[in-house]
T-cell receptor
């Protein structure tokens, strides 16, 4: 298995532009997570899905952030409009079930908003 | 409140020195515990995990961790570090049956001097 695949790896955009981050979880995994990593706040959970349904989006910082999972093999995290403080590394992770298991992380997308 | 505290923000060691990174957690109920490693520019990889059983857990690359329930701790150890262990180390916790939904510590940056 290729693991969790994220694209793009790097994104540089201007303030006010829309940004879309993409994630393909490991096949067969029921859970998908979006995490954000910053120097100030460390790693924080933004939102997670179970069987394509959003379960908890309490970590989403603002309405400018939205996430979707249209099918079991694809998810997007969108920021519209983007702001410089959104600059961070965004990780997608998946896990096979709700039991005792770890999260498997993608390579991350490094977002820079100028 | 649920939280993870890593006391060491940056640790500098010489090769062959012993390593111990502290991790304490605050979490109601039974927990699962994890250590992840992030090499420069890479994604998070699982070092080891504790779900139940023997509180001394052995992971990859010679790392081990001990769960001490009475101290709410899960410290990471390695008897002899190598230059290639230079990375950031994250302790994480979740409750039973929460899959990949993790609460992370702030991370400890380890620099190993050759």
């Amino acid at each position: 298995d290729a693991g969790v695949i994220q694209s793009p790896r790097h994104e540089v955009t201007e303030m006010g532009q829309e940004v879309t981050l993409r994630c393909k979880p490991i096949s067969g995994h029921d859970y998908l997570f979006w995490y954000r990593q910053t120097m100030m706040r460390g790693l924080e959970l933004l939102i997670y899905f179970n069987n394509n349904v959003p379960i908890d989006d309490s970590g989403m910082p603002e309405d400018r952030f939205s996430a979707k999972m249209p099918n079991a093999s694809f998810s997007t995290l969108k920021i519209q409009p983007s702001e410089p403080r959104d600059s961070a590394v965004y990780f997608c992770a998946s896990s096979p079930h709700s039991g005792n298991t770890e999260a498997f992380f993608g390579q991350g997308t490094r977002l820079t908003v100028v | 409140a649920q939280s993870v505290s890593q006391h060491n923000h940056h640790v500098i060691l010489s090769e062959a020195a012993s390593l111990e990174l502290g991790c304490n957690y605050s979490y109601g109920g039974t927990v699962n515990l994890f250590w992840y490693v992030q090499y420069p520019g890479q994604h998070l990889q699982l070092l080891l995990k504790y779900f139940s059983g023997d509180p001394l857990v052995k992971g990859i690359k010679g790392f081990e961790a001990e769960f001490i329930k009475s101290k709410f701790s899960f410290n990471l150890r390695k008897p002899s570090v190598q230059w290639s262990d230079t990375a950031e180390y994250f302790c994480a916790v979740n409750g039973r049956n929460q899959g990949g939904k993790l609460i992370f510590g702030q991370g400890t940056e380890l620099s190993v001097k050759p």
